[in-house]
């Protein structure tokens, strides 16, 4: 099934970078604000959702004359406009979701978002938030990295302690070790490659992924 892509409200620190995470079979979905994302970067979204108060008329305009889809909920909810449209996604069926515009800004809302992620049923999903720059997701058994030498790779535990924790392929290897969420093992280590896998026994590890070279994102449109 196709991947979808979603655009939250938040930054953007490369658009080029962002640009090259697009493939052609992507569905595009914008939660609210992030509408002005996918137009900066000539994307219509198939999907607009959220209470819209941060969409301008002018963007809305253009959305609903491509034909776009447009869910609107009440300003006031429970949920944010980023999860609205990630349940979306998930209830369409879609089992690899990338996030992007989710991080950076607001540390109340990158906080929130990531936490998203850790949703019991979304635990047998592939989603993760890219900004081109920075990317983040949840190991829970093993995970692999795709970037280039030099790139930084940070593991850290979240909600209790990872066990077992081996690596492959970055510059301080880790074999069957336990990271403690008090403690900074995890933190800045290094893509000796183009590739690493991380593996964990028990807990779960949020993968931090920092490119050196965003200009080195292979594929997209």
């Known amino acids: 099934m196709p991947r979808a892509v979603i655009f939250a409200n938040g930054i953007l620190p490369d658009l080029e970078a962002v640009h090259r995470l697009i493939d ?5 979905i914008a939660a609210d604000g992030g509408t002005h994302h996918a137009l900066a970067l000539g994307f219509i979204p198939a ?20 034909g776009a889809v447009i869910r609107q909920h009440p300003r006031d909810k429970d949920e944010t406009d980023l999860e609205l449209a990630l349940q979306y996604a998930v209830k369409a ?15 109340d809302q990158t906080l929130g978002n990531l936490f998203l992620l850790t949703r019991p049923e979304y635990a047998a999903l592939d989603i993760r938030m890219d900004d ?10 093993r995970s692999e990295v795709h970037g280039q030498a030099g790139d930084l790779i940070s593991l850290i535990p979240w909600n209790g302690e990872a066990a077992g924790v081996t690596t492959e392929g970055l ?5 069957d070790e336990t990271l ?15 590739a690493a896998s991380v593996a964990l026994k028990s807990g779960r ?15 997209g449109s």
Do not use: C, K
Request: glycine share 12%.
């Open 24 to 28: 052609p079979g992507d569905t595009l």
């Open 47 to 66: 999907v607009l959702i959220g209470d819209l108060d941060s969409l301008t008329a002018a963007d809305r305009r253009q959305v609903e004359a491509a």
């Open 93 to 107: 069926g879609f089992r690899e979701i990338v996030v992007t515009a989710a991080l950076g800004g607001r540390l």
């Open 132 to 141: 081109g720059v920075e990317a983040g997701w949840f190991v829970y058994s």
């Open 171 to 175: 510059r301080w290897p880790l074999m």
């Open 180 to 194: 403690y969420p008090d403690r900074t093992r995890g933190i800045s280590n290094e893509l000796l490659g183009e």
């Open 205 to 219: 590890l949020l993968l931090v992924h920092r490119r050196s070279q965003p200009s080195q994102i292979p594929g």
